[in-house]
């Protein structure tokens, strides 16, 4: 919220900051980025919002900059019922940001905890990752125009990590966001090979030497193995050390996911993509490695759903665009594809596949077969529209041949090669199942333990019982439920433990939130001073409140469920 529509990048960053903040506590679950900025300025009911994300809570906030100073607004909403369990303002210098975002996130995490159960939080949340707040911001304008993922915008990305580096050079961050961009450009083939990968491993170098405990540590390992070198077992090694730093890491789970479907483990790789739809629901790219799973399946109604899920997510999205016609080419629906692509650049390949596929068309002209042969010298192909087609006609030895020459190259786009099924004719060929031969065997993966964790036990039984007793009798004698500010942590604090002992012992060992442990002694001196003749001139809200209710719709939403009636009619019933 400013004059400075420019500063929007400045707000995005910290509610990405928050974001990851809360991602690092085990057991909360929190929608990433790109689902949680797909309704970000939408004019939508939270109830909806609820619904589309699978949550039933909503943080909502502003960021207000001005100068030097720094003003975030957070709100807590029930999806169900609209209800604001919690709203603070904070207010502080710039150059305090990481501690304002560090308290911001434990505020929430602790927020969260009061309403809904036990999870332990950790001391801090969120780390400084520059003393400069130069070099943070322009790191925050660097990451905003990689996350759109064009490379006109990623080579600007780089332009503004460099300019953070030169701020600090220390700043581990921006080092491993170079090395991200500059493998993205030589993978996508808009950088030269030797000079992309020189850049990037000067900027690992110096990443690692400063840092090592960042999930890009691993990660820019599975970039080198994985689509570098196709070293697949390294790979796998890689990418569970990124998701031992955050096991919802969106980046990871996808990678996950393409490990084993380039392997043909396809109910491994359904685990991680529908955790990726989990924790990101709105997020095309998601929804894209959804489809390509159920497309190597030969599942291509499942995959046709997804991919026109993801197109609708990002209308701009071209390799979706590319998945649907070879659906739709796979269930021989030429209507469709006609209405779809007649329009498109790529129409004439896209059509001359389908004659190929469905129509028995064997032959192809002289230049179009001498075009074809030039295209294993282009790296930046996205989708192998001319492969494909070689491969259903006559021409198989030559599209065998240039399949050999693309893995050879070790090109991500031919990764999946071996369960393509518009390659199925090239598999009468007794070599195409040994071009390449993985290093990773179903024996060598272990897939994450499915269903709830258990909650480990932080507090034995005579620990419980004296802590329960504690409880109890300080909130008979002292009656602390009157404040309405009382927090977890300030109880802890009273009682001598910690919050995550005492958020243990109130979730896990009597079986209720803090909120409904606290509101249900607030319910119960409402009620008995509530049938006090000498109050009987003040309203049962004035009540409410004197009782430790900060809110009328929370008091009446609290009565009415544990009282199966309403405040007044139970005053009525009980003072006959």
């Given at each position: 919220m400013s004059n400075d529509i420019e500063n929007e990048y400045f707000s995005d960053g910290?509610?990405?900051?928050?974001?990851?903040?809360?991602?690092?506590i085990n057991g909360l679950k929190v929608i990433a980025r790109t689902s949680s900025f797909a309704l970000k300025g939408k004019n939508i009911d939270v109830r909806e919002i609820g619904k589309q994300l699978g949550?039933?809570?909503?943080?909502?906030?502003?960021?207000?900059?001005?100068?030097?100073?720094?003003?975030?607004?957070?709100?807590?909403?029930?999806?169900?019922d609209g209800t604001h369990f919690w709203s603070k303002n904070f207010d502080s210098q710039l150059n305090d940001i990481f501690e304002l975002q560090d308290e911001v996130s434990l505020l929430i995490a602790n927020e969260i905890r009061n309403n809904f159960g036990y999870f332990e939080i950790q001391e801090h949340l969120v780390k400084n990752s520059t003393t400069n707040v130069d070099a943070y911001e322009l790191f925050l304008k660097g990451r905003s125009l990689q996350l759109q993922w064009t490379p006109e915008s990623l080579k600007k990305a780089i332009t503004y990590y460099d300019n953070a580096i030169s701020k600090d050079i220390n700043y581990a961050k921006a080092y491993y966001a170079n090395l991200q961009c500059y493998g993205l450009l030589v993978t996508w083939g808009?950088?030269?090979?030797?000079?992309?990968?020189?850049?990037?491993?000067?900027?690992?170098?110096?990443?690692?030497?400063?840092?090592?405990?960042?999930?890009?540590?691993?990660?820019?390992?599975?970039?080198?193995?994985?689509?570098?070198?196709?070293?697949?077992?390294?790979?796998?090694?890689?990418?569970?050390?990124?998701?031992?730093?955050?096991?919802?890491?969106?980046d990871g789970l996808e990678a996950m996911a393409e490990l084993f479907l380039a392997h043909g483990f396809f109910k491994e790789a359904l685990v991680y993509a529908d955790k990726l739809l989990e924790v990101d629901p709105l997020s095309a790219n998601n929804h894209y490695t959804y489809a390509n799973i159920h497309y190597y399946k030969r599942d291509f109604e499942t995959a046709l759903h997804h991919i026109s899920r993801a197109i609708n997510l990002r209308p701009d999205f071209d390799l979706a665009y590319?998945?649907?016609?070879?659906?739709?080419?796979?269930?021989?629906?030429?209507?469709?594809?006609?209405n779809t692509f007649k329009n498109n650049p790529l129409w004439e390949k896209i059509h001359l596949l389908f004659d190929c596929v469905n129509s028995g068309r064997n032959e192809l002209p002289q230049d179009v077969l001498a075009s074809f042969t030039d295209k294993p010298l282009e790296r930046n192909q996205i989708t192998l529209f001319e492969l494909f087609i070689l491969a259903n006609t006559r021409y198989t030895a030559l599209a065998f041949d240039i399949l050999r020459s693309y893995i050879d190259q070790k090109r991500g786009q031919i990764l999946n090669y071996k369960f393509e099924p518009l390659l199925k004719p090239l598999q009468t060929n007794k070599e195409f199942f040994t071009l390449n031969v993985s290093n990773l065997s179903?024996?060598?993966?272990?897939?994450?333990?499915?269903?709830?964790?258990?909650?480990?036990?932080?507090?034995?039984?005579?620990?419980?019982?004296?802590?329960?007793?504690?409880?109890?009798?300080?909130f008979d004698h002292d009656k602390p439920f009157l404040d309405p500010q009382l927090s977890l942590n300030t109880v802890a604090e009273a009682l001598h433990t910690s919050p995550n002992k005492l958020s243990y012992l109130i979730n896990e060992v009597m079986g209720?939130?803090?909120?409904?442990?606290?509101?249900?002694?607030?319910l119960t001196h409402f009620k008995s001073i509530a049938l006090l003749p000498e109050n009987e001139n003040i309203t049962l809200l004035g009540l409410a409140y004197d009782s430790g209710f900060n809110s009328k719709s929370v008091f009446n939403n609290f009565f009415k469920k544990n009282e199966k009636t309403t405040p007044s009619s139970w005053l009525k019933a009980n003072k006959r």
């Open positions: 910290i509610t990405e900051e928050i974001i990851n903040a809360l991602t690092k949550v039933v809570t909503i943080l909502e906030g502003s960021v207000r900059k001005s100068v030097n100073k720094v003003r975030i607004t957070a709100q807590l909403i029930d999806t169900v808009y950088m030269p090979q030797e000079e992309g990968m020189e850049k990037a491993i000067t900027n690992f170098l110096k990443a690692k030497a400063l840092d090592t405990q960042l999930p890009e540590y691993p990660l820019s390992f599975v970039g080198r193995s994985f689509w570098g070198e196709w070293d697949f077992k390294s790979a796998y090694h890689y990418i569970n050390e990124v998701l031992a730093i955050n096991p919802n890491h969106i590319h998945k649907k016609a070879l659906c739709l080419i796979s269930l021989n629906r030429k209507e469709e594809l006609t179903y024996d060598d993966i272990t897939l994450p333990v499915s269903g709830k964790e258990t909650s480990k036990v932080i507090l034995n039984e005579q620990e419980q019982s004296q802590l329960k007793e504690e409880l109890l009798s300080y209720m939130n803090f909120n409904e442990f606290v509101n249900k002694k607030r």
